[in-house]
């Protein structure tokens, strides 16, 4: 068991356990599922600083907090016990687009030469990890919410200002691989 | 901004956009079952390889199925679960009547998500998957994660003054 488990799963088994999360955090509590308001309520918890935005009653929504503490246990768990042997599958084309621009780590999840801890202090840290993060909290927030909120139960609940934020999600995205990250790997 | 005043429904500061719409207070025990949800999600997040930065550069080169295969099926499942909640009237295990938020369209939901794009790019992660990336081991994503707090900061800072 633990060994099937191990390895990587399919794109539909994927789809269908993260899809019936939407029904899952509905029926057991009325939870609405969107992951970047935990961000929010961080936020309201620890720095409201008299911000409107930040001010509301965030002990009723820690439910978040405790779906995406949950999450990273998750994490810790499916790279250990559920550790699986062989390395990420990359694309040929992708991999080849990627050596170009100047990535060198193929193994793991993530390329360790821009999301190692040695790249913490360095332009390359400040790119994909600063600025990286700094344009997801801002546009998520700004958005209304990230792909599970607007792509997977916005969607799901056919509100339309969820396809837009999609469409716009996917554009922003293109936008970030096809010009961004060559800008970015000029200047590292 | 401090003093503003926005009583427009759509962007409301006590609005949560994943809203707890549970009218019974949960007790921590309670919540405790939305921290195991969160688990095995992210469990499904790093087995299938959603957090990989290179699964989302493979879905914005269009070299991959996989990326727009998971979210497809998931959009798929999720939407036929909540029909047959609606047509069915499926109550919550509390016996609540489910309540499924509406959205207001703004202009954020562009300006916004243009951004947020440029930064999935970057990070290969949505909010969700830096804390499954944290958790597989990559302790720099935590630079990321607080980065990603401080963006969202921002936002309620000059909220008053972006065009919504």
Redesign the interface.
């Given at each position: 068991m633990i060994q099937f488990l191990s390895q990587p799963w399919p794109w539909y088994v994927a789809g269908v356990l993260i899809g019936l999360t939407v029904p899952a955090l509905l029926l057991l509590g009325n939870k609405v599922f969107g992951l970047s308001s935990s961000l929010r309520h961080i936020c309201a918890a620890c720095f409201p600083a008299g911000i409107p935005f930040f001010r509301y009653d965030w002990k009723r929504e820690s439910w978040n907090l405790f779906f995406v503490g949950g999450i990273l246990i998750g994490g810790i768990i499916a790279t250990t016990t559920l550790a699986s042997q062989s390395p990420v599958l990359i694309e040929e084309s992708t991999r080849n687009a990627l050596e170009q621009l100047g990535v060198r780590d193929f193994s793991g999840l993530m390329p360790s030469d821009l999301f190692g801890t040695s790249s913490v202090l360095t332009l390359k840290g400040f790119f994909f990890l600063v600025l990286g993060g700094l344009l997801v909290g801002f546009g998520t927030r700004y958005a209304g919410g990230c792909t599970s909120g607007h792509s997977i139960s916005g969607l799901a609940n056919l509100q339309w200002p969820s396809l837009i934020a999609t469409i716009c999600f996917m554009i922003g995205g293109f936008a970030g691989t096809w010009i961004l990250l060559p800008l970015i790997f000029k200047t590292v | 901004?401090?003093g503003?005043k926005?009583t427009d429904a759509r962007?409301r500061?006590?609005a949560?956009?994943?809203?707890?719409?549970?009218q019974?207070?949960?007790s921590f025990a309670?919540?405790?079952?939305?921290?195991?949800?969160?688990?095995?999600?992210?469990?499904?997040?790093?087995?299938?390889?959603?957090?990989?930065?290179?699964?989302?550069?493979?879905?914005?080169?269009l070299?991959?199925?996989?990326?727009y295969?998971?979210?497809?099926?998931?959009?798929?499942?999720?939407?036929i679960?909540?029909y047959?909640?609606k047509i069915f009237r499926?109550r919550?295990?509390?016996g609540?009547e489910?309540?499924?938020?509406?959205?207001?369209?703004?202009r954020?939901?562009?300006?916004?998500?243009?951004?947020?794009?440029?930064?999935?790019?970057?990070?290969?992660?949505?909010?969700?998957?830096?804390?499954?990336?944290?958790?597989?081991?990559?302790?720099?994503?935590l630079?990321?994660?607080?980065?990603?707090?401080?963006?969202?900061?921002?936002?309620?800072?000059f909220?008053g003054k972006?065009p919504h």
């Open positions: - | 901004m401090a503003e926005i962007f500061a006590d949560c956009e994943a809203p707890n719409n549970q019974q207070a949960e309670g919540n405790l079952k939305y921290g195991l949800t969160g688990v095995f999600f992210g469990i499904v997040f790093v087995k299938a390889e959603i957090v990989s930065w290179f699964r989302i550069q493979e879905m914005f080169r070299d991959s199925f996989h990326m295969g998971v979210i497809g099926t998931a959009v798929a499942t999720a939407a679960s909540v047959l909640i499926i919550t295990f509390s609540e489910v309540v499924f938020p509406r959205k207001t369209f703004h954020g939901h562009v300006y916004g998500s243009l951004l947020f794009g440029l930064g999935w790019a970057l990070t290969g992660a949505c909010p969700g998957p830096l804390f499954a990336q944290i958790g597989a081991g990559f302790h720099a994503v630079v990321t994660l607080l980065s990603a707090v401080a963006g969202t900061w921002l936002y309620g800072y909220r972006l």
